[in-house]
T-cell receptor, first 109, second 114 residues
Framework: DQQVKQNSPSLSVQEGRISILNCDYT??????FLWYKKYPAEGPTFLIS?????DKNEDGRFTVFLNKSAKHLSLHIVPSQPGDSAVYFC????????FGTGTRLLVSP | NAGVTQTPKFRVLKTGQSMTLLCAQD?????MYWYRQDPGMGLRLIHY???????AKGEVPDGYNVSRLKKQNFLLGLESAAPSQTSVYFC?????????????FGPGTRLTVL
């Protein structure tokens, strides 16, 4: 039973445009949500997070939105850059993290 | 400051062979984790440790054993490897267990079981 789902395995965006990555979760006990970024042959690295008491968190070009009633979060990257091309995992939990399946983002020049 | 390191980077095993994956962290973190990453499955927690001398099962623990004899090291063992254990294995560490504690990941070990 997949508690955290990323329904889009891949996303292609042109440089300068907005990238929107989506994530859905089923467990209402989750109180913290994170996005990790992974380049090939490297481990995931933390990107941005949001607590369940907030609905938006912004860090430079990256913004995460949380809709608790819909059990949905999204990551917006504006403007997208070729260096953003990577696999993005969302994760959720209150203790141990549960990771989604990942979305491969390709930003073309 | 190397962060989290994993040894080896690649390994090919035959079915039934055993091996140990080593994870080391130099951040004095109490919590350490072993994940496996498979296509279409994301990262799944195998085992984790909340401190030296303690281990606990994660989501997919069968076929694996772990040990945390020293705070900085977390070992993952495969006693009798099976093709279903072909995967990329990631070790991670964090200051605390709560989800808001950032997990720092190693570069991964790619294991193939023939």
């Amino acid at each position: 039973d997949q508690q955290v789902k990323q329904n889009s395995p891949s996303l292609s965006v042109q440089e300068g445009r907005i990238s929107i990555l989506n994530c859905d979760y089923t467990n209402s006990m989750f109180d913290y949500f994170l996005w990790y970024k992974k380049y090939p042959a490297e481990g995931p690295t933390f990107l941005i997070s949001i607590s369940s008491i907030k609905d938006k968190n912004e860090d430079g070009r990256f913004t995460v939105f949380l809709n608790k009633s819909a059990k949905h979060l999204s990551l917006h990257i504006v403007p997208s850059q070729p260096g953003d091309s990577a696999v993005y995992f969302c994760a959720a939990g209150f203790q141990k993290l549960v990771f989604g399946t990942g979305t491969r983002l390709l930003v073309s020049p | 400051n190397a962060g989290v390191t994993q040894t080896p980077k690649f390994r090919v095993l035959k079915t039934g062979q055993s091996m140990t994956l080593l994870c080391a962290q130099d951040m004095n973190h109490e919590y350490m984790y072993w994940y496996r990453q498979d296509p279409g499955m994301g990262l799944r927690l195998i085992h984790y440790s909340v401190g030296e001398g303690t281990t606990a099962k994660g989501e997919v623990p069968d076929g694996y054993n772990v040990s945390r004899l020293k705070k900085q090291n977390f070992l993952l063992g495969l006693e009798s490897a099976a093709p279903s254990q072909t995967s990329v294995y990631f070790c991670a560490s964090s200051m605390g267990l709560a989800a808001y504690n950032e997990q720092f990941f190693g570069p991964g070990t790619r294991l193939t079981v023939l």
